[in-house]
């Protein structure tokens, strides 16, 4: 279990919230957080590459030249791997890149890198919730009196954000906000620091705490 400190808007504190999430063995962490992010980056893969073999390219039906008497190497094609303009040998076709992985390793995957990055987690008392209209500004200072430096990469995770923050956040290049229910292995390394609403950790118990 770890305990995180609560600010307000202002960033001064205002109390202290538990996080109680069951992680992977430390033998076994490692490994587990490594296959869950490959398999999130190889289901990001469109496999849509394809290439064309020597039976699709156009062209290459008629013999070049003749088969003997020329003193070059005789050619059936003139669509042949070896010559410009011709067939791939082995290129890529479409494929699909999913990797399995099954659900009870997928959730323990997500609790292990969330619990990996408490040090890194700011919690904030009702965040942007008197933002009635888009204003990236605001949100740029609150990170600022969050102790969060400009060009910091930000995870911003909320349970229902307004549309204003929604507004807001999507101008600031560093920043990604998804919602509490949503949460995937890579953004959680990936981000730099951490800033969950009180209301998104409350959700984070509750969805990924049955273990």
């Known amino acids: 279990m770890a305990t995180v400190v609560i600010h307000d808007w202002q960033g001064k504190e205002s109390g202290q919230a538990s996080l109680d999430l069951k992680v992977a063995k430390e033998t076994s962490a490692t490994d587990l957080l490594h ?31 003749k088969q003997k008497g020329t003193g070059r190497a005789r050619q059936g094609s003139i669509r042949t791997p ?6 791939v040998v082995f290129g890529p076709k479409p494929r699909s890149y999913e990797m399995g992985m099954n659900r009870k ?44 430096e400009a060009g910091t990469k930000v995870l911003l995770i909320l349970d229902h954000a307004s549309e204003a923050v929604r507004l807001s956040v999507r101008n600031i290049e560093k920043v990604r906000l998804i919602a509490a229910d949503q949460l995937n292995v890579f953004d959680l390394l990936h981000a730099s620091k951490l800033v969950l609403s009180e209301e998104a950790l409350a959700k984070i118990q509750e969805v990924y705490g049955d273990g």
């Not at 070896?82 to 067939?87: A, F, S, V």
């Open 82 to 87: 070896l010559r410009p303009g011709g067939g």
């Open 35 to 65: 296959r869950a992010v490959v398999r999130q980056l190889a289901h990001a893969r469109q496999g849509t590459a394809s290439s064309l073999t020597r039976a699709e390219v156009a062209g290459g039906g008629r013999k070049p030249y």
């Open 105 to 148: 390793e997928r959730r323990l995957a997500l609790r292990t890198a969330l619990m990996s990055r408490v040090a890194d987690i700011v919690v904030v008392k009702g965040f942007g919730a008197d933002l009635e209209t888009p204003k990236t500004r605001e949100i740029n200072a609150a990170l600022a009196r969050f102790g969060i």
